[in-house]
């Protein structure tokens, strides 16, 4: 059975010409005895500095999503 937890991440979101630090929630789910883990559920708590509406990269762990900041939201962007 997996295992789920919240946690915080520290991020970097890159765009718009700016790149700034982050910290996310997100949920840890692991398998005991596996070693393996995943996040899903990412929700952004705070952004180092104010940015612009348009598209963005957030690098996290090692991976990278595209992101969308519109007018305050921050939405999952199509692959």
Same mark, same amino acid.
């Given at each position: 059975?997996? /295992?789920? @937890?919240?946690? @915080?991440? %520290?991020?970097? &979101? /890159?765009?718009? *010409? /700016?790149? $700034?630090?982050?910290? &996310? ?7 005991? *005895?596996? *070693? $393996?883990?995943?996040?899903? #559920? ?5 952004? %180092? @500095? ?6 963005? @990269?957030?690098?996290? #762990? *090692?991976?990278?999503? /595209?992101?969308?900041?519109? #007018?305050?939201?921050? &939405?999952?962007?199509?692959?």
């Amino acid at each position: 059975m997996s /295992r789920r @937890e919240l946690v @915080e991440l %520290s991020g970097i &979101l /890159r765009g718009a *010409g /700016r790149e $700034a630090s982050c910290i &996310l929630r997100a949920t840890k789910v692991s398998l005991p *005895g596996s *070693g $393996a883990v995943a996040y899903t #559920n990412y929700s952004m708590k705070a952004v %180092s @500095e104010a940015l612009p509406d348009g598209d963005y @990269e957030l690098i996290v #762990n *090692g991976d990278a999503i /595209r992101l969308v900041l519109s #007018n305050g939201h921050w &939405l999952a962007q199509a692959a």
